[in-house]
């Protein structure tokens, strides 16, 4: 979807180092998301947003941290990144509250921990 | 917590064959989505269902909601390649955490 970019596309990171995600829409959703996608596991929900300067914890947080003082952008950091976080992380947003209206998602970041 | 559990994780099909992959969950559902990943891309909307016993179709696609509004199925009549990718059921629970938790998906290949 053209409303929604993620970046970078890719991404090769270091174990011990800190990265971010960048996340944004242009459809002035209020809520926003963030999945990991493993194989196996599906997607997971890492943390979301309902509105600017509010974030929730998703299944799993740890290791995580978002913040949201724009409603437009919704990083997501990896304060000391580990090779468990290997993995194609994406961003979401929707109209309503989960469940409650279609998640449109951006393209995804392949993201890996050596 | 609340499971989401799909099957079958995997189904290689002929061209014109139907297909169809399930959804259960371990609690009763507000709702469900369903959603469609090609290959090397990113979920897409497909549809939500609300009400009990509900069914819906998109052209060779049917969806539907259980009775008991704790699984779903999605069939496809005649498979077209450009069927090809994974099909995921993304479940809201009635109760307790409000959270969409997503079934771990089903890959379909179709051989032309």
């Known amino acids: 979807d053209a409303g929604i970019t993620q970046s970078p596309r890719y991404k090769i990171t270091e174990t011990g180092r800190q990265v971010t995600l960048m996340c944004h829409q242009t459809?002035?959703?209020?809520?926003m998301f963030w999945y990991r996608q493993d194989l196996g596991h599906g997607l997971r929900l890492i943390y979301y947003?309902?509105?600017?300067?509010?974030?929730d914890k998703g299944e799993v947080p740890d290791g995580y941290v978002v913040s949201r003082s724009k409603t437009e952008n919704f990083p997501l950091t990896l304060e000391s990144a580990t090779r468990s976080q290997t993995s194609v992380y994406f961003c979401a947003s929707s109209e309503l509250r989960q469940g409650g209206s279609p998640l449109h998602f951006g393209n995804g970041t392949r993201l890996t921990v050596t | 917590g609340q499971q989401v559990m799909q099957i079958p994780q995997y189904q290689h099909v002929q061209e014109g064959e139907d297909f169809t992959t399930y959804c259960n969950s371990s609690t009763t559902l507000s709702n469900i989505q369903w959603y469609k990943q090609r290959p090397g891309g990113h979920p897409v909307f497909l549809i939500q269902l609300v009400k009990s016993g509900e069914v819906k179709k998109q052209k060779r696609l049917t969806f539907q909601f259980g009775e008991a509004k704790k699984n779903s199925s999605l069939h496809i009549t005649a498979t077209q390649t450009t069927d090809v990718g994974t099909y995921f059921c993304?479940?809201?629970?009635?109760?307790?955490?409000?959270?969409?938790?997503f079934g771990s998906g089903t890959r379909l290949q179709v051989q032309p």
């Open positions: 459809w002035s959703h209020s809520y």
């Open positions: 993304a479940g809201l629970p009635q109760t307790g955490r409000r959270a969409l938790t």
């Open positions: 947003s309902a509105a600017a300067d509010i974030t």
